[in-house]
């Protein structure tokens, strides 16, 4: 059974950083392409960032320059490290674990940022 559970989030001023985890459960993390994504009320759940097996990342315009996705396999635990923060970047943010064609997910951890 695979479980993902996040952590790390909570309310930081604006221009502050925060890093998330994800540690994942279930002897598949070092095979999939994990990824954050964040959802805000009202909203559609939305990817912020994402990083294959073999370590390629991708991001979401909104972040680049801002964020870091990374990995360590040998812990099952993923990072979003999270630089200069805007209120923009307020949402739940969700770990995401992609492997044989199916998604699993975490329950979520909230980020606030206050202007």
């Known amino acids: 059974q695979v479980q993902l559970v996040e952590s790390g989030g909570g309310l930081v001023q604006g221009g502050g950083s925060l890093r998330l985890s994800c540690v994942a459960s279930?002897?598949?993390?070092?095979?999939?392409?994990m990824g954050w994504y964040r959802q805000d009320p009202g909203k559609q759940r939305e990817l912020v960032a994402a990083i294959t097996r073999e370590n390629t990342t991708n991001y979401a315009d909104s972040v680049k320059g801002r964020f870091t996705v990374s990995r360590d396999n040998a812990k099952n635990t993923l990072y979003l490290q999270m630089n200069s923060l805007k209120p923009e970047d307020t949402a739940v943010y969700y770990c995401?674990?992609?492997?044989?064609?199916?998604?699993?997910w975490g329950k979520g951890t909230l980020v606030t940022v206050s202007s």
């Open positions: 279930g002897n598949i993390f070092s095979f999939s392409t």
């Open positions: 995401n674990a992609y492997f044989i064609l199916k998604n699993y």
